[in-house]
Every structure is written in C-alpha cells, then in structure tokens.
C-alpha cells in the first residue's frame, strides 16, 4: 500500500514539475535564445548567451521527460543545477519571496527537483515499466540458474563389456586297471585315497543254533571211544 501511495505521488509531483519547467522554457524559446542572454547578461548571470541557452533546453526537454516518467533521475538533477545557479546569480540578494524577485519559487522546484533525483519517479511512468520488465526477467534468470544448479546431472552409465572366458576343467588321470593272474580286473585306487589296513577278525560270541566249546569236547569223546563224565543236574 504504502508502494502504490508513493507511485501516485511522485506521478503527481513529476508532471506537476514538469508543467512548470515546460512552461519556462518554452517561453524562452519563443522569446529567442539572444534575448534571454541579453536578459542574463543583466541580471549579471556569467556566460549568458551559454548559461541561457543551457536553461530553455534543460527546462523545456526536462520537464517533457519529467511528465513522461523518463530518465527522471538524470533529468532532475540537471534541473537541480539549474534552480540553484538561479538562486545563486539572481535570487539569492532579494529574499524569500517572489514578488520582491526573491528566491521562493526556484528554490520550491528545487527542492521538488532534489526528492525525484534521491527518490525516482516511481512505477507509473516509462521508467517504471523499463525497470519492471528488466527486473522480470533478471529474477527470471536467476530462477533458471538456482534450478539448474539444483537439478541432478546424469551421468553416462559406464557400459560394461562380457568377455566370455573359456572354461578350463581340470583333466581328471586316466585310472589304470590291475589285472592280477587269475582274478578279475579290479579298478585302481585313484590318488589321495588312502588304503585300509586289514584288521583280522575277532571271533565273535556264539551265534544261535551254533555248538560251543563244551558240545564239541562231548563229540570228541564219543568219537575216541572216552566215557564221558556225566553233568552235574542244574541246580
């Protein structure tokens, strides 16, 4: 809010300003330019025909610039140096006010001159728009970088090439057959496996159906003719 009050203020105080500068300097022109250095030259402002011709260009192109809203800064401080050379050479001896030729009106545009050249013209002029499509597209811009300097890089993926590689197998030995005299053909031992070693049997506990040592002693001696001791009955 406070934004838009100042824009329509300064539109207000440039074409305001401006009216009046234009209405200056076109009066100079129309008086002719050696007229106004003849009057400069009297009111003892030095280098008339110069300074003369420095304040109808200046009034009259500035003030024009001024309602337009261009170039303000610029435009205003130029007219600035022109109220204050005014204010100096002529006004400056004969007071305040205007109608004793003293120095209120030059020193009222001045001042008016001094806050456009501090504080711009404001947004409702060609300034306005210039400054607004530029700071468009620079925020623009600058959004377009902060998103590419966020924005992930791809990578080329690094592409892998499969060589197939022969598959050696290990050649297993020829195993090599023992034929003994006699016996069947039987297949050699391959290597690393060790050969067991021959436990001979142990006689083992008497089977069923099977006789023991005492029926075969009882055999014997029916065979030798021996009698045999009769067995004590089982108690």
């Known amino acids: 809010m406070k934004r838009v009050l100042f824009d329509v203020a300064a539109l207000i105080s440039r074409v305001v300003l401006g009216v009046i500068f234009v209405a200056h300097g076109w009066q100079k022109w129309q008086g002719g330019l050696g007229a106004a250095a ?18 109808a260009i200046v009034e009259l192109i500035g003030g024009v610039l001024l309602i337009l809203g261009l170039l303000v800064r610029p435009v205003a401080l130029l007219l600035l140096i022109d109220m204050i050379g005014a204010i100096v050479f002529v006004h400056i001896g004969r007071g305040v006010l205007s109608q004793n030729g003293g120095w ?5 545009l001045g001042a008016l001159a001094l806050m456009l050249a501090a504080l711009g013209g404001g947004r409702i002029g060609l300034d306005g728009i210039v400054n607004t499509m530029f700071r468009r597209r620079r ?30 197998q290990p050649m297993r030995e020829p195993t090599t057959q023992v034929r003994p005299a006699g016996g069947p053909t039987t297949p050699a031992r391959p290597e690393g496996e060790a050969e067991q070693p021959n436990v001979p049997r142990q006689p083992g506990a008497p089977r069923p159906g099977h006789l ?12 030798s003719d021996e009698p045999t001791h009769p067995k004590p009955p089982n108690r």
């Open 38 to 55: 003849a009057e400069f030259r009297e009111m003892g402002v030095p280098m008339p025909g110069l300074s003369a011709g420095f304040a």
């Open 104 to 108: 209120e009106l030059p020193g009222a």
């Open 139 to 168: 925020e623009r811009r600058i959004a377009e970088d902060d998103l590419a300097a966020h924005r992930p890089v791809r990578r080329a993926e690094p592409t892998t090439v499969v060589t197939e590689e022969p598959t050696t």
């Open 212 to 223: 023991n040592d005492e029926d075969m002693r009882d055999i014997d001696a029916l065979v």
